[in-house]
C-alpha cells in the first residue's frame, strides 16, 4: 500500500499550474501592450498630431517589453 511519491507532485500529474503561468502571461503581455498604445493615442490626442507617432513608438515598444517579460517569465 505504499504510494510512489517523487518530490511534491503525483505521479500522474504533470505540473498542472504550468497552464495558469502561460495564461498569466499571456494576460501580462496584453496588458503591457494596451496600456502603452493607449497612452500614445492619448499623447497623439493631447498634441493634435495628424501623424500617431507616439501610438506607433509607443505600441513598438510595449510590443518589445511584453516579449521580454514572457521570455523572462517562461525562463523561471
Known sequence: MAEKMSGNEPE???KP???AKYS???FQMLG???ALTYAGYK???WQ????PGW???LSLISIAAS???FIRGALK
Do not use: K
Open 12 to 14: 500522474g500529474n504533470p
Open 43 to 45: 499623447i497623439d490626442e
Open 17 to 19: 499550474n504550468a497552464y
Open 55 to 57: 501610438t506607433l513608438a
Open 48 to 51: 493634435e498630431n495628424h501623424i
Open 67 to 69: 516579449l521580454y517579460l
Open 24 to 26: 498569466a502571461l499571456a
Open 32 to 34: 503591457t501592450i494596451l
